[in-house]
């Protein structure tokens, strides 16, 4: 049975402590498979091929923005050596050489912190487009599972994007009336094995495979889906 809360505006919200030092570590591209490795490889190489990519680090081989790069990103200051020099392009040669750095620049060299738990990706009614060969934007379909609620993520599992991207309320909002598969694909699974009780009720055909399919997409769930409930041992 759902336990039930008699006074959920009691809850008091708490953003969760920064993870223990100890539980940080120092990771690679040799932590992932060959087949995200080279989904991670193709889209950092877009990236860097983009003329803002290059003409940004060009410009930092440089030494020096553009009057235009610095009208972007600083309030005017006229002694700048910007507006004494009149830079408004980058040196010769330095674009070239961002390209050329670009050229040799090997990804496994990439070294990550690993301190979130998960990522969390928000829903999407489309689909990945597999004609479409750039990763980028990536959008929450079936195939991403488990599904977590923003606000338990961060404030009970530790699981974010950015941990200061926002302040998380002290009461948590509400949940919707409606829930949506789009947010959690175990909702079709679920109408999927109801459906198979049914017709098995009435003699008529089941796709077994499928409802098996569906019944273990069931047991990967999170505590924020809807359809949770929490196991015996896990109350006492």
């Not at 301190?115 to 928000?122: G, Y």
Request: aromatic share 8%; with cysteine; hydrophobic share 35%.
């Amino acid at each position: 049975m759902r336990p039930r809360i008699e006074n959920p505006e009691s809850i008091v919200y708490i953003t969760p402590p920064p993870p223990d030092p100890s539980d940080i570590f120092i990771a690679d591209l040799a932590v992932l498979d060959h087949e995200h490795k080279e989904i991670f490889r193709k889209a950092l190489a877009r990236i860097l091929s983009a003329p803002t990519a290059e003409h940004t680090y060009a410009q930092i081989l440089d030494g020096l923005p553009t009057k235009e790069s610095f009208h972007d990103s600083y309030v005017w200051m006229r002694r700048h050596p910007v507006y004494e020099l009149e830079h408004t392009e980058v040196c010769e040669g330095f674009l070239d050489k961002a390209r050329d750095f670009r050229a040799k620049f090997d990804p496994s060299e990439l070294l990550f912190k690993q301190s979130c738990n998960a990522m969390w990706i928000h829903g999407s009614n489309s689909d990945l487009d597999h004609e479409v060969q750039c990763p980028l934007p990536i959008h929450g379909t079936p195939m991403n599972r488990p599904r977590w609620d923003a606000d338990d993520a961060m404030t009970r599992f530790h699981i974010f994007r950015d941990k200061y991207e926002r302040k998380v309320p002290i009461n948590p909002p509400p949940p919707r009336c409606v829930r949506s598969s789009n947010d959690w694909p175990e909702l079709d699974d679920y109408h999927i094995v109801g459906l198979a009780i049914g017709s098995r009720q009435w003699g008529q055909p089941v796709d077994e495979e499928a409802v098996a399919a569906a019944e273990a997409r069931l047991k990967d769930i999170t505590p924020s889906s809807p359809l949770w409930k929490p196991r015996l041992e896990d109350s006492n």
